[in-house]
């Protein structure tokens, strides 16, 4: 690992020398949070996203991961999902049961994606009724002061533009404040329609993993870890800050190339 340090309350900063220590080291803390969770409370719920995330939790599919990770108790869920046929090549659940689900014995019943033959209002109402189902038998933990969902773990990746799941810069979505999954039909990004979670549900989880590679991410990775005063523009990731859990950045060399006062160690 080139870097290893906390930030300024913007979350612990991990900065991976390359994809390869990138994999193994997101796979690490992925298997132990699901082990702690498992413990504790029987289960492990955790939020996917879409995008590069998938390919790079793929060392998950790979011994020891795929002997020694509790499958059985894993719950999944998607902190963002594209409103668009399951079979569709821009479903985030396509990606993910191509990519991770088909690969580890997960079961069936415990996969909760979307319902994909309604509107995206009526998806969003629909996913946030599946939640609270789980919430009610805690098979998804609850937030301490409220009734809101408390994930063992959500993973973001974060674009260019610094949007998060499916939260763009200067959308209306981000001001959500009583939903807990909302839906968008005007993503800048296509598709255009889509459902998210809302900033209540992220920053009420008790771990959130960003992770973020490549050049492209450099500038919105500096604008959402630094200490760049009060007036930052709009950026989705900026406002990630779990309230109870803890927050880890999982960056490459690109990714973290503009952060303040790093220094690399070759
Ligand atoms: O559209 C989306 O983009 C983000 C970022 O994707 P990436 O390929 O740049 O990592 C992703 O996290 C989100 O789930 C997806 O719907």
């Known amino acids: 690992m080139a870097v290893s340090e906390a930030n300024n309350g913007r979350g612990e900063l991990r900065i991976l020398e390359n ?47 795929n002997k020694t990770v509790d499958w059985a108790k894993w719950h999944i869920f998607w902190a963002d999902e594209r409103v668009v046929a399951k079979n569709h090549s821009d479903s985030n659940y396509k990606l993910a049961k191509d990519g991770l689900l088909s690969k580890v014995p997960i079961v069936p019943g415990h996969v909760h994606s979307i319902n994909d033959s309604v509107s995206a209002e009526e998806a969003a109402d629909d996913y946030m009724f599946v939640i609270r189902q789980l919430v009610k038998t805690r098979m998804v ?31 209306s979505a981000l001001d959500e404040t009583d939903e807990w999954v909302t839906f968008i039909i005007d993503s800048p990004k296509p598709p255009p329609e889509r459902i998210t979670f809302t900033l209540l549900v992220i920053n009420s989880a008790s771990n959130v993993a960003m992770v973020v590679t490549g050049e492209s991410k450099a500038e919105a990775v500096h604008l959402a870890v630094d200490n760049i005063g009060p007036d930052c523009p709009s950026l989705p990731a900026r406002l990630v800050h779990p309230t109870e859990g803890k927050l880890v950045w999982f960056l490459d060399k690109q990714a973290a190339s503009k952060l303040d006062g790093l220094q690399f160690s070759d």
């Open 141 to 171: 933990n609850v937030a301490d002061i409220s009734d809101c969902p408390k994930f063992d773990l959500i993973l973001l990746g974060m674009g260019p533009d610094g949007h998060i799941a499916s939260l763009f810069p200067n959308h």
């Open 19 to 65: 994809l390869d220590e990138l994999r193994t080291d997101l796979a690490d803390y992925i298997a132990e949070l699901s082990e702690a969770a498992v413990k504790e409370r029987g289960a492990f719920a955790i939020a996917l996203s879409g995008g590069s995330l998938i390919d790079l939790m793929g060392k998950l599919c790979e011994a020891p991961y």
